[in-house]
């Protein structure tokens, strides 16, 4: 089992950048992908991008590729997203899911451990 923490979310203006991070607690950390997904107010949960246990592989969202960057540090059981040229449509919460397949690709989540979520609030 693995326990996952988000951080970084804030109020910011439109065409700002954020780094949010996903820190785990646990050993086997370096078994799971790990994707980021977001839910804006009165929407579904979606899917924004994933990282394989290497960190070989990643998938995003066509509605963020160019903006967003994942990446991960196993030595530091961290994954960090990097989001540039926010817009007002990314508000939402972001929340961060460990995949026990390692694959980390969009759909791999049934079986996720999931962190609680930050808040990402962009103004126009």
């Known amino acids: 089992q693995v326990q996952l923490a988000e951080s970084g979310g804030g109020l910011v203006q439109a065409g700002d950048s954020l780094r949010l991070s996903c820190a785990a607690a646990?050993?086997?950390?370096?078994?799971?992908?790990i994707g980021w997904f977001r839910q804006a107010p009165g929407k579904e949960r979606e899917f924004v991008t994933g990282i394989s246990r290497s960190g070989s592989v990643t998938d995003y969202a066509e509605s963020v590729k160019g903006r967003f960057t994942v990446s991960r540090d196993n030595a530091k059981n961290t994954v960090t997203l990097q989001i540039n040229s926010l817009k007002p449509e990314d508000t939402a919460v972001y929340y961060c899911a460990a995949d026990p397949s390692g694959w980390g690709t969009q759909g791999a989540y049934k079986n996720a451990y999931w962190g609680r979520g930050t808040q990402v609030t962009v103004s126009s």
């Open positions: 646990g050993r086997t950390f370096n078994n799971y992908g």
